[in-house]
């Protein structure tokens, strides 16, 4: 089976460029996690969706970030306009709701290397 | 929000010595999460522990949750260059339609051949 799937691998990009980053889950997973990567910061949750409605968006860093999931199959993350200091590894993950009170792990992309320069 | 602090930060072993990682709250934590990041990859689900001083092994690690549900420890038994990656902890918060893991800052193992 695929796992998540993100794209695009790696991105450089000039700061103020819009930039947007790609994942599809594992096919019947209902929860969807983006997550950002960073020497300093570590991994931080930005938002996530179960059955595609945002549940949470408090790691979102300021407005110029956003977050879509149309559908049960596709998510996005926006950046407009990027700085550098948007550099870091993205990583989306999904996972399956089992039941009230079981939690289910985590499945990661391979996540979006991201450069502003 | 709950801090779930790891350490050590960084762990430089000789091939064949153990490896024990903590991690520890200031409050109770709900279920806890192992996760491995090989370098330049993404993390991968090691294992869940639920139940107050749980422990659970596959092959050379061995993990603990505390009893009183405050810590927990992966410990590698005889290392080897395979296991080199970082170690993270998370804490799982469930409730209702909330699903999410706090990540602790991790252990980076590096091992010696």
């Known amino acids: 089976d695929a796992g998540v799937i993100q794209s695009p691998r790696h991105e450089v990009t000039e700061m103020g460029q819009e930039v947007t980053l790609r994942c599809k889950p594992i096919?019947?997973?209902?929860?969807l996690f983006w997550y950002r990567q960073t020497m300093m910061r570590g991994l931080e949750l930005l938002i996530y969706f179960n059955n595609n409605v945002p549940i949470d968006d408090s790691g979102m860093p300021e407005d110029r970030f956003s977050a879509k999931m149309p559908n049960a199959s596709f998510s996005t993350l926006k950046i407009q306009p990027s700085e550098p200091r948007d550099s870091a590894v993205y990583f989306c993950a999904s996972s399956l709701f089992s039941g009230e009170g079981s939690n289910q792990p985590q499945h990661f992309g391979d996540g979006t290397r991201l450069s502003i320069l | 929000g709950q801090q779930v602090m790891q350490i050590p930060q960084y762990q430089h072993v000789q091939e064949g010595e153990d490896f024990t990682t903590y991690c520890n709250s200031s409050t109770t934590l709900s279920n806890i999460q192992w996760y491995k990041q090989r370098p330049g990859g993404h993390p991968v689900f090691l294992i869940q522990l639920v139940k107050s001083g749980e422990v659970k092994k596959q092959k050379r690690l061995t993990f603990q949750f505390g009893e009183a549900k405050k810590n927990s420890s992966l410990h590698i038994t005889a290392t080897q260059t395979t296991d080199v990656g970082t170690y993270f902890c998370a804490d799982v918060i469930s409730s209702g339609s909330a699903r999410q893991l706090t990540f602790g800052s991790g252990t980076q193992l590096t091992v010696l051949p």
């Open positions: 096919s019947g997973h209902d929860y």
